[in-house]
């Protein structure tokens, strides 16, 4: 059976009637906010990433964790708080991104967390540099559940893998990643579903092919080639792409950059997901690295009053008036693909 067809059916596998009721009242929300501008949600998220820590071992030059730029602390994820959302989001809740900023596997209870989501039946996937999977870590990767694994790859070489993944030992990430396809044999196991992420550069784009023959030869159900999100993008930066399909920036008659997409007046993500980081904090999505949008705190009270309070309405109103108004929207190509 097709690799991808394998992971879709154990994805549809994880939809249960509460869960498929929860995505018919995120889904109908959302259309009617749209359509009346003023912004309803009857339901819960279907999607929620946690991020485990901020640490990581690496400094990649557009990450705050690789540039060690955050302001806000850095930490563990506490595993009781991660159990009472577990528990809270279980019945409604289809599918947990293990990942936020920093690496997955500097969590010394990592594993064991995904274990326990993962029993509750829920998808789960992570994002990974793949420095830890030794052979230990990777057979305990394939016994504790995990659905979905991204590994970053950025180069078949170890001289163009370290210009962007700083720090890194491309050796250690073929080997990681071997590790996990040799425990699914012995396992016998058809998860995780092993993703290579190549996030295209200028200095990698001209290993592309090579990455996808890498890809076969290790036995990774799959590449993905990522577009790069570049912060200080106007002036133009060496990390662009000449492959225009892989640029989230367009060269302007001034020499100048601009972002592709235009900012449309609503978001799907400030319906279906959130993000909660590691201290308890929920902000609305994977562009607010540094948590500047804060919508509340699991620390202070239930995830549902929080996801239905006064702040996130007030925020989902600011999309749907004037997305323009939110800073971190405006270097976004994400959120405006689902009925956009």
């Not at 930490?75 to 019945?91: N, P, W, Y």
């Not at 969590?107 to 990974?128: C, D, M, N, R, W």
């Not at 948590?291 to 009270?301: A, I, M, T, V």
Request: glycine share 6%; aromatic share 10%; proline share 4%.
């Amino acid at each position: 059976m097709n690799r991808n067809l394998k992971d879709g059916l154990n994805f549809f596998s994880k939809v249960t009637p509460a869960r498929a009721w929860n995505a018919i009242k995120n889904v109908s929300s959302y259309v009617e906010s749209k359509m009346t501008g003023r912004p309803v949600h009857r339901g819960l998220p279907i999607a929620v990433s946690i991020e485990p820590t901020t640490s990581c071992n690496l400094r990649c030059p557009e990450c705050p964790s690789g540039l060690r730029s955050f302001t806000r602390p850095t930490g563990m994820l506490e595993e009781q708080l991660f159990k009472q959302t577990i528990d809270e989001l279980s019945a409604t809740l289809l599918y947990l991104t293990f990942y936020f900023q920093g690496e997955p596997y500097l969590h010394p209870k990592f594993l064991e967390l995904v274990k326990y989501a993962s029993q509750k039946g829920i998808y789960t996937a992570t994002s990974t540099n793949a420095h830890y999977l030794s052979d230990v870590n990777a057979r305990r990767t394939v016994e504790s559940g995990l659905d979905r694994m991204i590994i970053s790859i950025d180069g078949t070489t170890q001289e163009v893998y370290e210009q962007y993944r700083v720090g890194g030992n491309l050796s250690k990430v073929i080997e990681g990643a071997k590790n996990i396809i040799k425990w699914k044999k012995a396992l016998k196991s058809a998860t995780p579903h092993v993703i290579f992420q190549f996030l295209v550069v200028k200095p990698n784009e001209h290993q592309m092919e090579e990455a996808k023959k890498l890809t076969e030869e290790i036995g990774v159900d799959e590449i993905a080639f990522k577009t790069a999100q570049i912060y200080d993008y106007e002036n133009g930066s060496d990390l662009i792409p000449t492959i225009d399909k892989y640029a989230r920036y367009a060269r302007q008659a001034d020499g100048t950059y601009k972002i592709k997409n235009k900012l449309l007046d609503h978001c799907w993500k400030m319906w279906h997901s959130c993000v909660i980081t590691w201290d308890g904090l929920v902000v609305p999505c994977c562009f607010d690295k540094d948590g500047e949008y804060r919508l509340g705190d699991l620390k202070k009270g239930s995830f549902q009053s929080l996801w239905h309070s006064q702040p996130y309405h007030d925020f989902r109103q600011s999309l749907v008036r004037s997305r323009g108004e939110i800073e971190m929207c405006k270097n976004c190509t994400e959120g405006t693909k689902v009925w956009g």
